[in-house]
Nanobody, 120 residues
Framework: QVQLVESGGGLVQAGGSLRLSCAAS????????MGWYRQAPGKQRELVAV???????NYADSVKGRFTISRDNAKNTVYLQMNSLKPEDTAAYYC??????????????WGQGTQVTVSS
């Protein structure tokens, strides 16, 4: 199977920065898409940014120009650099990985979530 370990959340003042990390491990043959989603209290989970194994990244309009997603394929890790944070960015952030296992099985996995709180 695949395990995801997220880190980097916390409390920051508006205008500040945080960097989230998500490392995947397990019986991985290859990783296709990696991404970040977030869910604020009382709201549905929404896409923040995704980065495929090849091709261009995709961002929610609300974070374009402020957030940057990147990945280190050698480490099976995806990052989310968040700058110019706003109180409305406050949410639990979830890592998402779509992988092909060594068995050939396709698997989509979610991280446990890391809380980001932005104070005004």
């Amino acid at each position: 199977q695949v395990q995801l370990v997220e880190s980097g959340g916390g409390l920051v003042q508006a205008g500040g920065s945080l960097r989230l990390s998500c490392a995947a491990s397990g019986s991985i043959f290859s990783i296709n898409g990696m991404g970040w989603y977030r869910q604020a209290p009382g709201k549905q989970r929404e896409l923040v940014a995704v980065i495929p194994s090849g091709g261009s990244t995709n961002y929610a309009d609300s974070v374009k120009g402020r957030f940057t997603i990147s990945r280190d394929n050698a480490k099976n890790t995806v990052y989310l650099q968040m700058n110019s944070l706003k109180p409305e960015d406050t949410a639990a952030y979830y890592c998402n990985v779509r992988a092909v296992l060594s068995s050939g099985r396709y698997l989509e996995v979610w991280g446990q979530g890391t809380q980001v709180t932005v104070s005004s």
